[in-house]
C-alpha cells in the first residue's frame, strides 16, 4: 500500500483503500446523549409547580405529558411551554391562559436551535411565578 498522500484542491487527501470508517465521533456530536438530563418546571393538575430534571428526549416529553405534545411561547418570558396536544377536557382545566383552559399536565422548558434546554435559576423563577398566576381557580357563586 503506498503510504504517501496526495494532494488535492481542497487540501490533503487520502487515497480510499487507506481511508477508516471512523463514523461514531460523527454520530457523537451531532446526535444529543440521551441520557442527558435538562432542568425544567413541572405543573401538575391540582398541586404546585416543581423543578424535575428529566431525559432531554422527546420520549421523555410524551410520557411527561401523557402523548403527543405542542409547543406554545410564554409571551411575558419567551419560555417554552409543552403540553399534550390531545389533552383531553376531562376533569378540571390546569391553568387559564391566552389559549384558552390547559388540562393536563405541562412542562416549562427553554429551546435553543430546535433542541431542549435546560433551565437558569432565573428562568426558573419566572416559569413558577407564570404559573402561579395561571393556575385555573374554579370561580365561587
Same mark, same amino acid.
Given at each position: 500500500?503506498?503510504?504517501?498522500?496526495?494532494?488535492?484542491?481542497?487540501?490533503?487527501?487520502?487515497?480510499?483503500?487507506?481511508?477508516?470508517?471512523?463514523?461514531?465521533?460523527?454520530?457523537?456530536?451531532? @446526535?444529543?446523549?440521551? #441520557?442527558?438530563?435538562?432542568?425544567?418546571?413541572?405543573?401538575?393538575? *391540582?398541586? &404546585?409547580?416543581?423543578? %424535575?430534571? $428529566?431525559?432531554?428526549?422527546?420520549?421523555?416529553?410524551?410520557?411527561?405529558?401523557?402523548?403527543?405534545?405542542?409547543?406554545?411561547?410564554?409571551?411575558?418570558?419567551?419560555?417554552?411551554?409543552?403540553?399534550? @396536544?390531545?389533552?383531553? #377536557?376531562?376533569?378540571?382545566?390546569?391553568?387559564?391562559?391566552?389559549? *384558552?383552559? &390547559?388540562?393536563?399536565? %405541562?412542562? $416549562?422548558?427553554?429551546?435553543?436551535?430546535?433542541?431542549?434546554?435546560?433551565?437558569?435559576?432565573?428562568?426558573?423563577?419566572?416559569?413558577?411565578?407564570?404559573?402561579?398566576?395561571?393556575?385555573?381557580?374554579?370561580?365561587?357563586?
Amino acid at each position: 500500500m503506498n503510504n504517501s498522500k496526495e494532494k488535492s484542491a481542497v487540501g490533503d487527501s487520502t487515497p480510499a483503500t487507506e481511508k477508516t470508517n471512523n463514523i461514531s465521533s460523527v454520530i457523537d456530536y451531532s @446526535i444529543p446523549d440521551e #441520557r442527558e438530563k435538562i432542568k425544567c418546571v413541572i405543573q401538575r393538575p *391540582g398541586v &404546585i409547580s416543581e423543578i %424535575v430534571e $428529566i431525559n432531554n428526549t422527546i420520549e421523555a416529553m410524551h410520557d411527561i405529558v401523557g402523548g403527543a405534545t405542542t409547543v406554545v411561547t410564554i409571551p411575558e418570558n419567551r419560555l417554552k411551554l409543552t403540553m399534550n @396536544i390531545h389533552s383531553k #377536557r376531562k376533569g378540571k382545566p390546569n391553568l387559564k391562559t391566552l389559549w *384558552g383552559r &390547559i388540562y393536563g399536565t %405541562v412542562l $416549562i422548558t427553554t429551546i435553543n436551535k430546535d433542541q431542549y434546554v435546560g433551565l437558569t435559576p432565573q428562568q426558573i423563577q419566572s416559569a413558577r411565578a407564570w404559573l402561579l398566576k395561571h393556575t385555573y381557580e374554579e370561580e365561587k357563586r
